[in-house]
Antibody, heavy 120, light 107 residues
Framework: EVQLVESGGGLVQPGRSLRLSCAAS????????MHWVRQAPGKGLEWVSG????????GYADSVKGRFTISRDNAKNSLYLQMNSLRAEDTALYYC?????????????WGQGTLVTVSS | EIVLTQSPDFQSVTPKEKVTITCRAS??????LHWYQQKPDQSPKLLIK???QSFSGVPSRFSGSGSGTDFTLTINSLEAEDAATYYC?????????FGQGTKLEIK
């Protein structure tokens, strides 16, 4: 059974940093692209960033480019999102999502999310 | 950026009714359009990939169609458990974008 468990969320002041993690199990992690998708309270879905199976291809939403960095450790079956210079508008539930193949750009399984609140 | 516009934003429907949700893209995206279902306080679930391919385990009452700029998600014989918000998503070009969502309420 595919399981994705996010962690690392919390309350953080504007301008500070936070690192999210996603622990994957139930599938061969290094065979699939992975993504972060966020959802502000009461709002819709926004793709944040994605990374291919071997980290050779990475993409970001314009809203986070230059501030967020996605990475993965295939030996640890883990996905990460380093978030710097956080803003109030980054407040959201952050989902880790798996793609169906190595460079995939859709999301076939999602975690339960970790909440990030940016506030002073 | 490709903008996806869903209609309607909200629909109240009765069980066994047929429901159609549309998603229009601001430019052609071929068949790179996917549909997700999100029930209250749950994470989204993939229903349809590449416009018309059903994802594993999804009930057969869900189907998708379309290509280019106009797409449709159809739910035949709606069930009470289908109360949710439905999102379309394009993977044709970066940044990947979602529609604003369509909330289905069951009467």
């Amino acid at each position: 059974e595919v399981q994705l468990v996010e962690s690392g969320g919390g309350l953080v002041q504007p301008g500070r940093s936070l690192r999210l993690s996603c622990a994957a199990s139930g599938f061969t992690f290094d065979d699939y692209a992975m993504h972060w998708v966020r959802q502000a309270p009461g709002k819709g879905l926004e793709w944040v960033s994605g990374i291919s199976w071997n980290s050779g291809s990475i993409g970001y939403a314009d809203s986070v480019k230059g501030r967020f960095t996605i990475s993965r450790d295939n030996a640890k079956n883990s996905l990460y999102l380093q978030m710097n210079s956080l803003r109030a508008e980054d407040t959201a539930l952050y989902y880790c999502a798996k793609s169906p193949w190595r460079g995939g750009m859709l999301f076939d399984y999602w975690g339960q999310g970790t909440l990030v609140t940016v506030s002073s | 950026e490709i903008v996806l516009t869903q209609s309607p934003d909200f629909q109240s429907v009765t069980p066994k009714e047929k429901v159609t949700i549309t998603c229009r893209a601001s430019q052609s995206i071929g068949s790179s359009l996917h549909w997700y279902q999100q029930k209250p306080d749950q994470s989204p679930k993939l229903l349809i990939k590449y416009a018309s391919q059903s994802f594993s385990g999804v009930p057969s009452r869900f189907s998708g169609s379309g290509s280019g700029t106009d797409f449709t998600l159809t739910i035949n014989s709606l069930e009470a458990e289908d109360a949710a918000t439905y999102y379309c998503h394009q993977s044709s070009s970066l940044p990947y974008t979602f529609g604003q969502g369509t909330k289905l309420e069951i009467k």
